[in-house]
């Protein structure tokens, strides 16, 4: 009890001050309009792209998630319901979907929704004049033809039984120029402005054709320094916080809620095959070995979150093979006998890049360090800003191995195993593996869904036996949020649904 | 003042010699590893074993205070040693002889001196790399023009005076009048710049690893331990309080034994 007593008064002595210091310059903002608006941390700047086609980090998607709608979108069991179409049918052959399209749908601009925004934005992600579309499954796509105004129909090469969780990408007006610097779409929330490296702020689209937004503005707030978060929360900067580290969810005082799911990714050691020697089976199946995930987990986050041993989350049933976590248990002699297989008795030394702004990849990557000592491997930490991973590992692939999260950007087998074909533009890992390629792209083809599945389980299982990453674990997820807000949902992929909020009397 | 005790030179030394011992011994002895991880003692408080008790990862935290303060020292005296180093070498030359290279290698010397020292070294950090030895070339770069002034003021005065006018007279070479015979007339003024030097090392070096930079996890510094810290002030404060009160007796020791040297008869 003391302890939250000392933390009250901290975060006193710290708002009286700053009513001090800022008191002549800033009014009283706060006083009336607060109740309805929340501001939200984000760990990361909304750097890629505001172009909901063009973003690729999961941090902009989930924020972008309240902008944009697609013909469909996903609902929090993990289902889809139509979105921007009202209804849908798919012909037997598996071959043709037809959309009729919602009655007046609007965009954030005041414009409706016409057919020819709908195929606009389909042929957009689908072009392929910029090497490979946008949307990878959309090089399936044969037409996209518009019947009548409000109704469109999308004919594929070769069926497809996960093509409709595609179909929640976004669409946009086809009159908008600037998509990149002027995001329009359809959600229940509109772009207002965006400061770099400080904020971004949406406000509630009041000609939503669904359940409007219960609360006006959103401030999505770029968090400056992790290790302040709890300070953060208590001194009213921010009214809720995604994903914060186990510890300090135990700091928070009882004005906030802590809500606990997972965050539907993989964290791995994610290696960069073409660095030696990790180009060696047997040197990343030893380090597979000498990771034991528990002690991670006990490390990281008290103990919670869920072992995996591929790519592919434990929420998603469908596909995720638990036995697979049993793969390489932990076993330290295994791991020592494997390096001197592979021509490493006395272990070789690597590096392990970082994004600093994540702290639960920071103390995983601390706690593999000790691990790796354990069988003479040396492991190096170096840290990078977010923007400078995105650049140097995720698209120069200037590294040896990283600690981060993988997620599913639609809710497909597709979108978690696609990158490892050796020639995906998103395969950072330089993974090239010919047995691989072919069961994905068997998957792809493959128009039965029994089928469909025991492919990408097949691709699931090779990775675990060429050990293609060191699997770790999905994260746990706590979710801090003022108690002054109700009705937080969890998803299963990667989305802050703000919609959903609403503010408790 | 004669007669008085010099207090601050008697304290800030037994502080100061206190705390080299306690660096130095990090560097040979532990009384545990301090990378070695144990989820039993998470947040463990103190104990017999654990004098400071543990951090979050169950590492023993007196191990990582020591080991910690010896990395914030190595670089705290590097970045020092090159500072003094080059800030010497240039003031010395541009003070005595002077002219147009003298007017250049000040006029940059302002510029460098202009920017703040810890935005300067971030300037070199995202140039060259994070890491230990980048930071103290950058922070030795960033102390370089501070030496220099001091040295090149005490070089003007001292040029102009009679017993360097004599020695020019005898015949002695520049080389020698410079280091021999004016260098050591600086000291009083420079060693306790340096001193100082040497407390704004340490806290750069802090200020460095607080911002992520420089030593990197999970190597130990007193920086890095108080940044890390910062997410457990309430669950353990034991956390910032023992790199904290390092840190403290570390800058007092220095600054009593400075202010101590500038007193001295």
């Not at chain 1, 949406?202 to 609360?215: C, E, L, M, P």
């Not at chain 1, 770029?222 to 809720?240: C, H, P, Q």
């Not at chain 1, 698209?395 to 978690?416: F, I, K, P, Q, S």
């Not at chain 2, 910690?68 to 541009?94: D, E, K, P």
Request: proline share 5%; aromatic share 10%.
């Amino acid at each position: 009890m003391k302890r939250k007593e000392a933390v009250r008064f901290f975060s006193a002595m710290v708002l009286i001050s700053l009513t001090i210091a800022l008191g002549g310059c800033s009014g009283d903002k706060q006083g009336d309009v607060s109740s309805s608006v929340i501001t939200v941390g984000l760990p990361q700047d909304i750097e890629d792209s505001l172009d909901p086609h063009k973003a690729v980090a999961a941090g902009t998607r989930e924020v972008l998630f309240n902008l944009f709608e697609g013909l469909v979108k996903p609902t929090s069991d993990g289902d889809y319901i139509p979105a921007i179409a009202s209804d849908f049918t798919i012909a037997e052959n598996g071959l043709v979907y037809t959309f009729a399209l919602r009655e007046n749908v609007k965009f954030h601009d005041g414009s409706t929704v016409s057919a020819e925004d709908v195929k606009f934005s389909l042929d957009k992600c689908a072009d392929t004049s910029s090497g490979g579309p946008l949307v990878a499954a959309f090089a399936n796509i044969s037409e996209v033809l518009i019947l009548d105004e409000k109704t469109i129909e999308i004919h594929l090469i070769e069926p497809d039984t996960e093509f409709l969780a595609v179909l929640t990408t976004a669409i946009i007006p086809a009159s908008n120029p600037n998509p990149e610097t002027n995001p329009i779409g359809t959600g229940p929330y509109a772009y207002e402005s965006r400061s770099p490296q400080e904020n971004f702020i949406v406000t509630r689209f009041n000609d939503y054709w669904g359940d409007k937004a219960n609360i006006e503005k959103v401030i999505f707030k770029i968090i400056a320094n992790i290790d302040t978060i709890v300070m953060d929360l208590e001194g009213g900067s921010f009214d809720m916080v995604p994903r914060i580290p186990k510890s300090q969810a135990d700091e928070l005082s009882d004005s906030f809620n802590i809500l606990e799911g997972t965050m539907n990714l993989v964290q791995a050691l994610y290696i960069n095959h073409a660095a030696p020697p990790f180009d060696i089976l047997e040197v990343r199946q030893a380090l597979s070995y000498a990771v034991d995930p528990f002690e991670i987990m006990l490390m990281v986050s008290d103990g919670k979150g869920a072992e995996v041993g591929s790519s592919m989350f434990p929420a998603f049933t469908k596909y995720f093979i638990e036995d697979l976590n049993n793969f390489y248990s932990f076993d330290v002699e295994k791991a020592k006998e494997l390096l001197s297989d592979a021509g490493y008795p006395d272990g070789f030394s690597f590096t392990i890049t970082v994004p600093s702004n994540h702290a639960q990849h920071v103390d995983t990557a601390q706690v593999l360090v000790e691990q790796f000592k354990r069988i003479g491997v040396t492991a190096n930490i170096e840290l990078i800003e977010w923007e400078s991973w995105l650049s140097e590992v995720n698209t120069d692939r200037n590294y040896e191995t990283t600690v981060v999260g993988l997620v599913a950007t639609t809710l497909t087998a597709r979108a978690m195993l696609d990158r490892f074909h050796s020639e995906n533009r998103r395969n950072f890992n330089n993974y090239s593996n010919p047995e691989y390629d072919v069961n994905l792209e068997n998957a792809l083809a493959s128009a039965d869904d029994l089928m469909k599945t025991y492919y990408y389980k097949e691709c699931l299982r090779i990775l675990t036996e060429t050990a293609a990453n060191v699997y770790i674990q999905d994260l746990p997820d706590f979710v801090a949020i003022n108690k002054k807000f109700g009705g937080y949902e969890f998803y299963p992929m990667y989305i802050q649904d703000m919609a959903k909020l609403y503010i408790v009397d | 003042m004669g007669n008085a005790k010099n207090y601050n030179l008697i304290i800030g030394g037994a502080i100061t010699g206190i705390m080299l011992l306690f660096m130095l011994t990090g560097f040979f002895y532990t009384p545990h590893d301090p990378n070695i991880m144990n989820a039993e003692l998470k947040f463990a408080g103190i104990s017999f074993n654990h004098p400071f008790g543990n951090d979050n990862f169950g590492r023993d935290l007196l191990s990582r205070v020591m080991v910690g303060s010896f990395n914030t020292l190595y670089v705290a005296v590097l970045t020092v040693l090159c500072g003094t180093f080059f800030g010497v070498l240039i003031g010395a030359l541009t003070g005595y002889y002077g002219g147009i290279i003298d007017e250049i290698l000040m006029r940059i010397n302002d510029t460098i001196f202009a920017f703040p020292s810890i935005l300067l070294a971030l300037v070199f950090v995202s140039i060259l790399g994070s890491g230990r030895n980048n930071v103290i070339i950058a922070l030795g770069i960033a102390f370089i023009p501070g030496f220099a002034r001091i040295v090149r003021s005490e070089f003007l005065k001292h040029k102009k005076m009679d017993y360097i006018v004599s020695a020019h007279l005898a015949g002695i070479g520049d080389l020698r009048i410079i280091f021999r015979h004016i260098l050591p007339n600086a000291a009083p003024v420079l060693l306790p710049a340096v001193m100082i030097g040497f407390n704004n090392a340490v806290l750069a070096e802090a200020g460095m690893s607080f911002l992520g930079i420089g030593v990197q996890p999970p190597d130990p510094s007193l920086g890095r331990m108080l940044s890390e810290a910062q997410s457990y002030m309430f669950r353990s404060p034991v956390m910032v309080l023992a790199p904290g009160i390092v840190l403290i007796l570390i800058i007092l020791g220095f600054s009593l034994l400075s202010d101590g040297l500038n007193k001295r008869p």
